[in-house]
């Protein structure tokens, strides 16, 4: 490394400064040199370089450097390497994505990402990857975007390329165009594995926003975890502390929880085999510090891919009780990770008992050394609540808060406050539970707790006279200015219902209370105002002292307190007190709306940039969708299963439906409801590649042969069919002379769940020269269906090739010739009777086809799979036929009558069977394999 | 996966003042806005004890850091990114300087901070590891190095 002799001696001032004035003095000194120099304006390239990076330094010093960002800008054009990347690091350093001067360098970027030297492209990419915004994507993004494609540029621009178009996408996602997401994923597969790590990054990011369009990212992830982790194909630079690429590993496990879990079994099958590999590598002992740690990052990533799968019961058994351990750990990193872990099990799992064996270390966690621990933990405990443990819990989070941490503490009592409300079993218990909390918490208490708290009380008749009581307790004491607040109020609408007991006569309530006003806020005071108007009404018997009060305070020096005093006082003294009683009517129940202690839990978290797939919270809240967007649909109105006074639960109601009022309100939130337009399936049948008729034809009703073929590749076919089942291999070959990378197939089955498809096998991702691979899917009827699967081929040659072939796999694969004599078929034909058991067509054939004659119409049906009684119909030309129809839950037996008149060229077609839609779809396919005629050379 | 921030700085042990050396950030903020998590995120740092887990929450993000004798690595990354593995991207870091500049010491990373930056951008882009093998990154530091003495000579 060169280095400037300037920069050496400034940086060696500054370090040898004693004094942060000597400091400054110093900068100061240089700042107006350089600020002289560049005025000059006679430097050299080396020089502007120099005062340039001693700008550098001053500004990460800390400093202000308001000038010398034109001559940074200026060194960008250099043509000096040196020279260059010292101006795009001032570039990245000094500027923002919106600073003023930057679409000065797009034209110099621009040029450098089209230079044929790759050093200077990196150079412009790392200045877009760390200041692009939205204006230079556009500018620059299909610069961006073809060094990345092009086959001819190098792995090291490439996976720059990548990383830049995230910084991109990020800033804006209009950037990322529909018909690159092919491309993109193909490049998952890049012999590089530099290249495979960008781009993985950059599909995660992706895949977010638009899960359908890059869901054959899904199969790569799950072959290429297979490939690093069972097959250990990883180049020995890519080991890190014998950990195979620790990063792509991570990257790979977190794609596949962004996927509800995969419906073919191989690919299960394939990630199970990597799951069970992770956990046998960790059972390793580590040989230091970074193994351990690479090790434990892929361990806990598997982790949670094993939870959110949630279908792999025996690996789930296994980590179960290993979480067990690691949340006693003598390590600091593995006993929070754990604890982590498990709240997420915790959020997923059908029962909690697993984590309730181990709910004393949990709790003890709350006393573990470290906050970070400490939070683990109560994220953790929060979770694990239910109605049976929520006792022993709730005490304990009471007990704990009283020494918790400050920081912690706010969020500890939200959390308890949800637990009691949620759980509670017992009026009773949650009243005391929930004033104990405000009491314990202090000043640590959001609005929103002491609010709910008075929702619960005034729309819970069972509530209402315990909590008066209780509270007056409280009152009476020294207490907490929250509960003075719920005090008053509840006391205000439900003080009457506890005026008869000792002590809690209306002049010893109103005691209470007054003697809180000296030491309340003003915005309290005013609250006991308000109880003190309704104390008029409920108790006349003390008016002449809520008089002397509202008389006080109409002197307060606080404008509301004096206006509210005035106007109760008013309302007090009026001649009739109609107006008092229906001013103070008792408080309506409030409405049944989201929580605001969820809400108010969920702000917190809301905002992160990765999807959450999962929140703190048991499995309930996470299988509500609107929890997971931040509310939940608690109803206000609790279920107490032993009630105070006595009346039936049934009455009470159970807690309530959510408003829809509620679900109205989120809709808007809802961030997967889009109005655009669902993205283009390429993989579908609106998508067929030209000629992909003629194989489909040819194989209509054959078993085996040539489905597709061009100079490049040919698509062969076998397949065979027996009952509801059918096996199809698929035969890729690469015709051409060099080698194919990335190949993928994708399949789209619109006739499912009537066709159910099963890939057993998945092609090889590369082809060489002349080579061939296949793949399996086993292809099941489970009832009537009129769509064949199409099936997409992509690879990349050069460019990306791809093609979208149909599959000829229809109803007939699954029909069998039956036997009747032609009475039993009268019998049958009778039995099952018309619609909707009969299905009948009339049509004629297409305009192009050119002819139709009895063998052609004979070959059709029994290709069909009818085996065709003669001498049932009078009419020998119509043909008659049975069959069976195979199905995965049983079997339909299907009649057949079809009337041509060749003359016309015209069919007409009758179809019953014994279950509903068959005739149907199968009338409408012979109908379409019918009208094409005998044009097909296969009759011929 | 964004690591916010990754900074770098010593803490004086006598005078538990902690001075900053470098800061690169992932995402835009204003310079009022990097200054209070800078202050915020270092006293937390500098407040923890030895063996203490590496990770702690910082409002609705995670710190992740890591002690080089007077040295401190912070990186500042979502709630949801995978924490032991932004330990090791540190880590990784750590190595290739050492690797680069032949065990690396502080007085390293001070006079010559503009290779500590173009390290890192080998690295690290968009706040992504972007090349977990050393000689890779290696490879391209000396080719930029050789360019660079190149034109010196000329």
């Known amino acids: 490394m060169s280095s400037m002799r300037g920069l050496v001696q400034f940086i060696a001032d500054l370090r040898n400064a004693r004094a942060r004035e000597l400091e400054e003095k110093r900068v100061n000194k240089e700042l107006a040199n350089i600020r002289q120099k560049f005025k000059g304006g006679s430097l050299n390239g080396y020089q502007k370089k120099k005062y340039v990076c001693k700008l550098l330094y001053v500004y990460i010093q800390g400093y202000d450097v308001d000038f010398g960002h034109l001559e940074a800008v200026n060194l960008i054009s250099s043509t000096k390497y040196s020279e260059k990347q010292i101006g795009y690091l001032a570039v990245t350093l000094f500027f923002h994505e919106q600073h003023e001067l930057l679409h000065l360098v797009v034209n110099s970027i621009r040029k450098d990402l089209l230079d044929h030297n790759e050093l200077n492209n990196c150079l412009a990419l790392h200045a877009v990857a760390n200041v692009g915004g939205r204006e230079m994507g556009e500018a620059l993004s299909t610069d961006v975007h073809r060094l990345l494609i092009s ?37 998952m597969d890049d012999a590089d594995m530099g290249v495979t790590l960008s781009v993985t990054s950059l599909v995660m990011a992706l895949v977010q926003d638009k899960p359908e369009e890059y869901r054959g990212s899904y199969v790569k992830a799950a072959q290429r975890l297979k490939r690093i982790v069972v097959e250990n194909d990883v180049a020995p630079d890519y080991l890190y502390y014998r950990v195979p690429c620790p990063w792509i590993q991570v990257k790979l496990l977190r794609l596949l929880q962004y996927y509800p879990p995969s419906e073919d079994s191989h690919v299960r099958e394939i990630i199970r085999e990597s799951l069970q590999q992770i956990m046998n590598i960790a059972m390793d002992t580590p040989k230091n510090v970074q193994q351990n740690n690479a090790q434990n990052a892929v361990l806990f990533e598997a982790i949670n891919l094993l939870i959110h799968l949630d279908t792999e019961h025996s690996l789930m058994m296994q980590v179960s009780s290993r979480l067990g351990k690691y949340i006693q750990s003598r390590e600091t990193n593995v006993r929070y990770l754990g604890l982590e872990a498990m709240t997420h099990f915790a959020a997923r799992a059908e029962t909690l008992d697993p984590i309730k064996k181990h709910q004393n270390i949990i709790l003890g966690s709350l006393r573990d050394r470290d906050i970070s621990v400490r939070r683990k933990g109560l994220d953790l405990i929060y979770s694990m609540c239910d109605t049976t443990n929520a006792g022993p819990i709730v005490n304990e989070l009471l007990r704990y808060l009283q020494t918790a941490d400050y920081g912690i503490r706010e969020e500890m009592v939200l959390k308890v406050a949800i637990l009691t409300e949620k759980y509670a079993t017992d009026a009773q218990w949650y009243i005391d539970m929930t004033l104990k909390l405000l009491s314990l918490a202090g000043d640590h208490v959001n609005d929103e707790v002491w609010q709910r708290v008075i929702q619960i009380v005034t729309n819970n008749e069972e509530l209402q006279a315990y909590a008066a009581h ?17 005090g008053c109020y509840v006391l205000g609408e439900f003080g009457h219902l506890i005026a008869d007991n000792q002590g809690s006569s209306p002049i010893e309530q109103f005691l209470a209370l007054q003697a809180k006003m000296i030491t309340s806020t003003d915005n309290t005071r005013a609250m006991i105002l308000s109880s003190f108007i309704k104390f008029v009404n409920l108790f006349p ?107 039936n639960a049934g009455t009470n109601g159970t807690a309530a439906s959510p408003a829809s009022s509620a679900t109205g309100d989120l809709a808007g939130l809802d961030l997967s409801a889009s109005s655009a337009p669902p993205p283009p399936n390429m993989a579908s049948a609106a998508h067929l590649t030209p000629d992909w008729d003629i194989g489909y034809n040819r194989l209509y009703f054959k078993g085996q042969g040539v489905l597709f ?28 002379t060099f080698p194919i990378g990335s190949l993928t197939t994708t399949l789209d089955n619109r006739a499912a769940p009537n066709l159910k498809i099963d890939t057993k096998s998945l092609p090889d991702s590369s ?167 005998s044009t097909s050379d296969h009759y011929a | ?59 609705d993000s995670k710190v992740v850091y890591r002690r080089y004798a007077s040295l401190f690595f912070i990186a500042g990354c979502a709630s949801t990114d995978n924490e032991l593995i932004t330990l090791e991207v540190v880590h990784r870091y750590v190595e290739q300087m050492d690797k680069y500049y032949g065990n690396v010491c502080e007085l390293d990373i001070i006079f010559n901070f503009q290779k500590a930056y173009f390290i890192l951008d080998e690295l690290l882009l968009a706040g992504e590891m972007q090349e977990s093998s050393k000689k890779n990154v290696l490879r391209c530091i000396s080719q930029q190095d050789s360019l660079e003495d190149m034109e010196v000579s000329y």
């Open chain 1, 470 to 486: 209780t509270l007056l307790n409280y009152l009476k004491a020294d207490c907490h200015e929250s509960l003075v607040k719920i």
């Open chain 1, 541 to 647: 018997e003390i008016k002449p002292q809520l008089l002397h009060i509202f008389r006080l305070y109409s002197h307060s020096p606080d404008s509301e307190l004096q206006q509210r005093a005035f106007e109760y006082l008013s309302l007090a003294t009026l001649p009739t007190d109609d107006l008092l009683r229906t001013v103070c009517d008792e408080m309506p129940p409030f409405s049944e709306r989201a929580s605001i202690l969820l809400s108010r839990l969920h702000q917190k978290t809301a905002g992160t940039t990765d999807k959450k797939t999962w929140v703190v919270g048991g499995k309930d809240a996470n299988q509500d969708k609107k929890e997971v967007l931040m509310a939940q649909n608690t109803g206000l109105k609790r279920t107490f299963t032993t009630i105070v006074n006595g009346t």
């Open chain 1, 709 to 736: 073929e061009d100079a490049q590749i040919q698509v062969g076919l076998r397949s065979e069919y027996r009952g509801h089942i059918g096996v199809v291999k698929v035969y890729i070959s690469n015709k051409s």
């Open chain 2, 1 to 59: 996966m964004i690591p916010r921030v990754l900074t770098w700085g010593s803490e004086h042990l006598v005078t538990a003042k902690y001075s900053r050396r470098l800061a690169k950030w992932f995402t835009t903020l204003s310079p009022k806005e990097k200054a209070k998590i800078i202050k915020d995120v270092t006293q937390l740092v500098l407040s923890r004890r030895t063996r203490m887990c590496n990770f702690l929450e910082y409002k």
């Open chain 1, 767 to 933: 082809l060489s020269a002349a080579g061939q691979t296949q793949q399996t899917f086993f292809i099941e009827a489970h009832g009537p269906f009129t769509d064949a699967p199409t099936i997409r081929i992509s690879y990349l040659a050069g460019a990306l090739q791809a093609y979208t072939l149909q599959l000829p796999v229809l109803m007939h694969r699954y029909m069998e010739p039956s036997t009747l004599s032609a009475e039993e078929f009268f019998k049958r034909w009778r039995q099952i009777g018309g619609s909707p058991l009969e299905a009948q067509n009339t049509f004629g054939v297409v305009a192009k086809a050119k002819d139709i004659n009895e063998t052609f119409t004979r070959q059709t049906v029994e290709g069909f799979g009818w085996r065709i009684v003669d001498n049932v119909d009078p009419n020998p030309k119509n043909i008659v036929g049975c069959a069976v129809y195979h199905f995965a839950t049983g079997k339909t037996g299907c009649l057949l009558r079809l009337e041509p008149n060749y003359e016309k060229m015209m069919y007409r077609i009758t179809i019953r069977a014994t279950q509903e839609a068959v005739p149907q779809a199968l009338a409408k396919q012979m109908e379409q394999k019918l009208a094409q005629g």
């Open chain 1, 151 to 187: 086959p001819t540029s190098k792995a090291f621009v490439k996976k720059k390329a990548a990383l830049t178009l995230l910084r991109l996408y990020r800033k804006y996602p209009g950037i990322v165009q529909i018909e690159w997401a092919e491309r993109i994923i193909s490049l």
